[in-house]
């Protein structure tokens, strides 16, 4: 469903990257935002860019990984905007290595931001939605979660779940006025790779940031097509040529994917 005129809306880690992108798009389209992140300074950065873009923002510092935090985010989104018909459960971090070497702690981190970061987010601002009869949730996850590559196995794990969690809600949702959106983009240039955490050959870092550098769609264009396919209700967006190629390519051939996107993927290992 199309969004409102004046669409109020929540971005969690807002303060970099996509989510700043995304608030950039938004204030570009008339939205009143109510931005979150835990990095103070990026998260200012943001609301100083979106206000000067004439956009009407607040913030609030929320770790998606508490959910009381999220929570509060949801109680704000109410005390200070009167509800939220745009919720973007956007933050997420990176960690690369092979499984049996990361870290627990690694595995613990990225899950606690990645997919207990987007469920609290569904937690507490659906039901709010669906009482109000409106609104719409777009969860950030990746190509990594419908395609899986080696040496990400805990980043592939977290955005297959959003995934799956986005899927059962667009069935759990219909009637209810609220729609769900998950975007899987390829790879573009942001500082996740500042946050990331990585185990074994730190070089296998530089192919993907070359990957990132290289795409044709960047943050702005990621976010531009991300707020097109909330307006078109499309459950699956997925941004960039090469991710819809990958996809397509697996439901047809899954076998010789597999051993494709693991002689490719391979490749970054060594
Ligand atoms: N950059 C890519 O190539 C790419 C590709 C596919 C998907 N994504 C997804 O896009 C989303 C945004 O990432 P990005 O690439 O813009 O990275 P980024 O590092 O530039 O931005 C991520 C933001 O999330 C914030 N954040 C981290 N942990 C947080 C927490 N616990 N609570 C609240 N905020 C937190 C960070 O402070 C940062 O501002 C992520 O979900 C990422 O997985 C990125």
């Given at each position: 469903m199309?969004l409102?005129?004046?669409?109020?809306?929540?971005i969690t880690?807002?303060?970099?990257?996509l989510g700043r992108?995304?608030?950039?798009?938004?204030?570009?389209?008339?939205a009143?935002l109510?931005l979150?992140?835990?990095?103070?300074?990026?998260?200012?950065?943001?609301?100083r860019?979106?206000g000067a873009?004439g956009?009407?923002t607040?913030t609030?510092?929320?770790n998606?990984?508490?959910?009381?935090?999220?929570?509060a985010?949801?109680v704000?989104?109410?005390?200070?905007?009167?509800g939220?018909?745009?919720?973007?459960?956007?933050?997420?971090v990176?960690?690369g290595?092979?499984?049996g070497?990361i870290?627990?702690?690694d595995?613990?981190?990225i899950?606690?931001v990645?997919?207990?970061?987007v469920?609290?987010g569904?937690?507490s601002f659906?039901?709010r939605m669906?009482?109000?009869k409106?609104?719409h949730?777009l969860n950030?996850?990746s190509?990594?979660g419908l395609?899986?590559?080696?040496g990400?196995g805990?980043?592939?794990?977290?955005k297959?779940?959003?995934?799956?969690?986005?899927e059962?809600?667009?069935?759990?949702?219909?009637g209810t006025?609220?729609g769900?959106?998950?975007?899987c983009p390829?790879f573009?240039k942001t500082n996740?790779f500042k946050s990331?955490r990585?185990?074994?050959?730190a070089?296998?870092k530089?192919?993907?940031?070359k990957?990132?550098?290289?795409?044709?769609?960047?943050?702005d264009?990621?976010?531009?097509?991300a707020?097109?396919?909330?307006d078109?209700g499309?459950?699956?967006?997925?941004?960039h040529?090469?991710g819809r190629w990958?996809?397509r390519?697996k439901?047809?051939?899954?076998g010789f994917?597999a051993?494709t996107?693991?002689?490719?993927?391979?490749r970054f290992l060594k």
């Amino acid at each position: 469903m199309a969004l409102p005129k004046h669409p109020r809306a929540v971005i969690t880690g807002a303060g970099s990257g996509l989510g700043r992108a995304l608030s950039l798009e938004l204030a570009g389209r008339g939205a009143r935002l109510l931005l979150a992140d835990i990095d103070d300074a990026g998260l200012a950065e943001t609301a100083r860019l979106t206000g000067a873009a004439g956009a009407e923002t607040v913030t609030q510092r929320c770790n998606v990984a508490v959910a009381a935090e999220v929570e509060a985010l949801a109680v704000a989104a109410d005390e200070r905007m009167g509800g939220s018909d745009l919720v973007i459960n956007n933050a997420g971090v990176a960690v690369g290595g092979l499984v049996g070497e990361i870290p627990l702690t690694d595995w613990e981190w990225i899950m606690a931001v990645n997919i207990w970061g987007v469920i609290y987010g569904c937690h507490s601002f659906l039901p709010r939605m669906k009482r109000q009869k409106s609104g719409h949730v777009l969860n950030v996850a990746s190509t990594a979660g419908l395609i899986h590559a080696p040496g990400m196995g805990p980043y592939n794990v977290t955005k297959a779940g959003v995934v799956a969690l986005s899927e059962t809600l667009a069935a759990e949702l219909t009637g209810t006025g609220v729609g769900v959106t998950v975007l899987c983009p390829t790879f573009f240039k942001t500082n996740i790779f500042k946050s990331s955490r990585s185990t074994g050959d730190a070089a296998a870092k530089a192919p993907v940031e070359k990957l990132m550098a290289r795409a044709r769609l960047q943050a702005d264009g990621v976010a531009r097509y991300a707020i097109d396919s909330v307006d078109a209700g499309r459950l699956h967006a997925l941004p960039h040529g090469d991710g819809r190629w990958f996809w397509r390519a697996k439901r047809v051939a899954p076998g010789f994917f597999a051993s494709t996107v693991l002689g490719h993927g391979q490749r970054f290992l060594k």
